[in-house]
């Protein structure tokens, strides 16, 4: 794929609780995405998914643990800016899916015509 395939895509990030972005002091997987869609001139949207909940750590979990902890974790701020659009979802690191799996679910019940994920690493 080629960057003029993505020219109609908005990019965003899975979002961080408030109290764990204040305590890390940044999202990785947010500084990812705004490189990314600056290097491939597309617009980086920070203000399309949040977190609602706190959720537990994923590690240790199994498949269906993690599911259970991320279900009903993530809203939109404004169905607005996703319907009909092309959503690049970037994520640092996917282990089962579950999180990148409940973000896209979000994003596809507010309209979203596509929702791609992207991440660095798998674990």
Same mark, same amino acid.
């Given at each position: ?27 990785? =997987? ?8 600056? $290097?491939? @001139?597309?617009?980086? &949207?920070?203000? #399309?998914?949040? *977190?609602?909940?706190?959720?537990? =750590? ?8 993690? $599911?259970? @902890?991320?279900?009903? &974790?993530?809203? #939109?701020?404004? *169905? ?44």
């Amino acid at each position: 794929m080629d960057s003029g395939e993505l020219k109609n895509f908005v990019v965003t990030a899975v979002p961080l609780h408030f109290t764990r972005l204040l305590g890390r002091g940044f999202n990785q =997987s947010e500084l990812v995405g705004k490189g990314l869609a600056d $290097r491939l @001139n597309l617009v980086y &949207a920070d203000n #399309i998914l949040y *977190r609602s909940r706190k959720t537990d =750590s994923q590690v240790e979990k199994s498949k269906s643990e993690r $599911r259970e @902890n991320v279900l009903n &974790a993530f809203k #939109i701020f404004d *169905r607005k800016l996703v319907k009909n659009k092309k959503i690049l979802l970037v994520d640092d690191v996917i282990t089962t899916g579950a999180t990148v799996k409940e973000c896209a679910k979000v994003l596809k019940r507010a309209g979203a015509k596509e929702v791609w994920a992207l991440t660095l690493a798998h674990g």
